[in-house]
């Protein structure tokens, strides 16, 4: 069986049935606290390696407190790329922005904390990006000890940073991490993003069954590794908006793969976290009702005190 614990991405609203108790939130580098949500527990989606105006970020009162994120920048015209986990200082720093994006908050409320992966032209490797890793671990099960860090893949294709390509893209990116995560003893794991893995392997808009096939089936061996994943659409209107139908032009044959093949890598009774990473209700609500028609469950987050 194949479990499901949702996830509200955004301010959308998920089918009258499904009840999330987790809030998505942006906790970006210009941010200075949190929007807020009604929804008892919390996931922070922290900064990705993207373009933010250059002067909002360097106004930031917030972000002067940690130098080692403000200094390691990479600068492209007005815009400002943050350069994710540039060395162990950057670690304790980035702890230190979460800790104070959500003072006053109780910390129980931290559930899930998604982390991107850096640039190969100053973090060359999986081991150092684990040894960078390591302190910004420490500090945050501290102050969140009931939170789950998952790093999520990136996708190279159409990235504006051209300094160095994402660490962590491929599928065999994703076997060769979760192994060194393992070995390190850390307790990262991995939220799958499956549009932009997708992506990363074939440059094409349309998928065949046979892609979807050669890309997912490998990670199988890792999948105690991976806690959550993202599932999305994308259509004329650009990424994240659109349902399967769109993502798979309307291929019921293709689109059917994919939901078996999602289900053969998940299918071992592990309850995962599940984003639909969508603006538009309509879609979520088409992407929920093909995964319950593949027999996929939902169910409802459970904190250890209500178990």
Not at 168 to 190: E, F, P, R, T
């Amino acid at each position: 069986m194949v479990k499901f614990i949702p996830i509200r991405y955004s301010d959308t609203i998920n089918p009258p049935d499904i009840n999330p108790k987790i809030q998505e939130r942006a906790a970006n580098f210009f941010r200075k606290t949190l929007e807020k949500t009604k929804l008892p527990y919390l996931s922070l989606h922290t900064d990705p390696a993207r373009r933010w105006n250059k002067e909002k970020i360097l106004s930031s009162d917030l972000l002067a407190q940690y130098p080692a994120i403000l200094n390691n920048a990479y600068e492209f015209g007005q815009s400002w790329i943050s350069k994710l986990w540039y060395d162990e200082q950057w670690s304790k720093d980035f702890s230190g922005f979460l800790v104070k994006l959500v003072d006053g908050m109780d910390r129980q409320r931290i559930r899930l904390i998604e982390v991107h992966p850096p640039f190969n032209d100053y973090c060359d490797s999986f081991e150092t990006f684990i040894e960078r890793y390591k302190p910004f671990e420490e500090e945050i099960l501290k102050e969140f000890p009931e939170a789950i860090i998952n790093i999520e893949n990136r996708c190279n294709r159409g990235k504006k940073y051209i300094g160095g390509k994402f660490l962590l893209s491929s599928n065999i990116d994703i076997i060769k991490l979760s192994k060194l995560i393992c070995d390190a003893g850390v307790k990262l794991k991995i939220v799958l993003d499956f549009p932009q893995l997708f992506t990363e392997h074939y440059e094409q808009e349309s998928l065949s069954s046979k892609m979807i096939k050669e890309v997912l089936a490998p990670i199988k061996e890792i999948r105690d590794c991976i806690s959550s994943a993202h599932i999305w659409g994308k259509g004329k209107e650009g990424v994240h908006n659109g349902d399967l139908d769109i993502y798979f032009n309307n291929d019921k044959e293709v689109k059917d793969c994919f939901l078996q093949e999602v289900w053969d890598l998940f299918n071992d009774g592990k309850e995962r976290y599940f984003v639909p990473e969508v603006d538009s209700t309509p879609h979520i609500k088409s992407i929920v009702s093909d995964l319950r028609n593949a027999g996929f469950e939902f169910v409802e987050f459970r904190s250890k005190g209500e178990m």
